[in-house]
């Protein structure tokens, strides 16, 4: 259409501001063509691509990703780490006989549609399942990217009379999706719903926004956020080349608003699961006052096979981490059971044996030490104890 030349500078005006948030997902990425202008793809991303974006592939899982993430993909290096999380490969359409629809078991605790209700005292209430960029590791594929749409009003009220009747739900965790892209007139209606009801304590956000789109983190969002504190964010993180300065200063912002920040990483094959690299991105995340809270073994999502790794290696990676770096940078090791049942910690052994008498343990670099409990063992008998060993 031609724009009569006097309306020009309106529309120029109403355009979104190039790098604003806005602006960043109306560009996202979301074709072969387009994507094929700024990386060198191979034909196994080419045809995955290809693949997601046809209308009778009921497996798809949408290709999206924002200008800004893009810019940080190696162009010609198929194991760059940003780029594996982002471009499809054929793999996503061979699925496994282990895998589930949907991994955790969200539906059978859905008590009204987008509130999960596993643990006694918390809830999980999913506003969107639209994101920023789409993880192609994604947990929620079953639903994520679907219709890009918000929880409907009606759904929403459902939630909140739920939360409200039952007075044992304290913690209330908002995600999705990514409940980020909402408006801040939007977020801001639910989060101040939800602190209006009395027995709500904690509100919690799950985010990959100041990852992948970290210009959404503007001073407006940080002034109308911690109005409603106490308030909580979990970050996804996989690889310490997500924290650059634009994501750094969208922590700080958020940090400074009084936000306490926690990460949430999947451990992924071929991305995150070797020592120096998981060491070095718990580093970086310190440094922007990010607390990693949980490394999740990669969920049973259909597709995610090339993804997965041993849970083994994950072990492994713990003990790298316990001990020869600083607490804070060792977060939780879990598996959430498959068909539900909630995140599961899964620990390195440093117990070696238990009695009445004594736990005779282990410490990060195998040496053996004795707790005595009963108050009858003597330091000869622990040392003669430790030497057996
Ligand atoms: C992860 C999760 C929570 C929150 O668990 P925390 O361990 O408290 O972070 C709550 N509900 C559901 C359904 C979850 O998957």
């Known amino acids: 259409m031609k724009i009569p030349k006097h309306n020009l500078g309106a529309v120029r005006k109403s355009r979104k501001k190039k790098g604003s948030w806005r602006w960043e997902i109306k560009n996202r990425i979301t074709s072969l063509e387009q994507?094929?202008?700024?990386?060198?793809?191979?034909?196994?991303?080419?045809?995955?691509?290809?693949?997601t974006a046809t209308e009778?592939?009921?497996?798809?899982?949408?290709?999206?990703?924002?200008?800004?993430?893009?810019?940080?993909?190696?162009?010609?290096?198929?194991?760059?780490?940003?780029?594996?999380?982002?471009?499809?490969?054929y793999n996503e359409f061979r699925t496994n006989v282990n895998e589930l629809q949907d991994p955790c078991g969200e539906e059978k605790?859905?008590?009204?549609?987008?509130?999960?209700?596993?643990?006694?005292?918390?809830?999980?209430?999913?506003?969107?399942?639209?994101?920023?960029?789409?993880?192609?590791?994604?947990?929620?594929?079953?639903?994520?990217?679907?219709?890009?749409?918000?929880?409907?009003?009606s759904n929403f009220e459902l939630a909140v009379k739920y939360i409200k009747e039952n007075t044992r739900i304290r913690d209330v965790l908002i995600s999705g999706g990514d409940p980020l892209l909402l408006s801040d007139a939007k977020l801001e209606h639910y989060i101040k719903t939800l602190r209006s009801i009395k027995s709500v304590e904690l509100i919690r956000i799950g985010t990959r926004v100041p990852g992948t789109l970290p210009s959404r983190i503007t001073h407006k969002l940080c002034r109308m956020l911690k109005k409603y504190h106490p308030l909580f964010l979990s970050i996804h993180f996989n690889h310490y080349k997500e924290i650059t300065k634009e994501t750094r200063q969208a922590c700080?912002?958020?940090?400074?608003?009084?936000?306490?920040?926690?990460?949430?990483?999947?451990?992924?094959?071929?991305?995150?699961?070797?020592?120096?690299?998981?060491?070095?991105?718990?580093?970086?995340?310190?440094?922007?006052?990010?607390?990693?809270?949980?490394?999740?073994?990669?969920?049973?999502?259909?597709?995610?096979?090339?993804?997965?790794?041993?849970?083994?290696?994950?072990?492994?990676i713990l003990q790298s981490l316990r001990g020869y770096t600083t607490g804070y940078a060792v977060?939780?090791?879990?598996?959430?059971?498959?068909?539900?049942?909630?995140?599961?910690?899964?620990?390195?052994?440093?117990?070696?044996?238990?009695s009445k008498k004594d736990i005779i343990i282990k410490n990060y670099e195998g040496k053996v030490f004795v707790y005595s409990e009963n108050g009858k063992t003597s330091p000869q008998e622990v040392q003669a104890t430790i030497s057996k060993q």
């Open 35 to 51: 994507l094929g202008k700024i990386v060198n793809l191979t034909e196994d991303e080419s045809k995955a691509i290809a693949h």
């Open 56 to 89: 009778n592939c009921s497996k798809k899982l949408k290709m999206a990703i924002t200008p800004y993430f893009a810019s940080l993909i190696d162009k010609t290096n198929p194991d760059c780490p940003i780029r594996r999380q982002c471009i499809p490969l």
């Open 109 to 153: 605790d859905m008590v009204v549609p987008g509130l999960v209700h596993r643990y006694p005292d918390r809830v999980l209430l999913i506003v969107t399942d639209m994101c920023a960029t789409y993880c192609r590791h994604c947990t929620r594929r079953r639903i994520v990217g679907a219709s890009e749409e918000k929880i409907s009003k």
């Open 252 to 316: 700080e912002m958020l940090s400074d608003a009084g936000i306490p920040l926690g990460s949430q990483t999947v451990l992924l094959k071929g991305i995150n699961d070797n020592a120096a690299v998981m060491t070095r991105l718990m580093h970086e995340l310190l440094k922007i006052r990010v607390r990693p809270y949980y490394i999740y073994q990669c969920d049973l999502a259909p597709g995610t096979q090339h993804f997965r790794t041993s849970v083994s290696s994950g072990i492994k």
């Open 331 to 354: 977060p939780t090791y879990v598996i959430d059971a498959p068909g539900g049942g909630g995140k599961v910690p899964i620990n390195p052994d440093y117990v070696i044996s238990r």
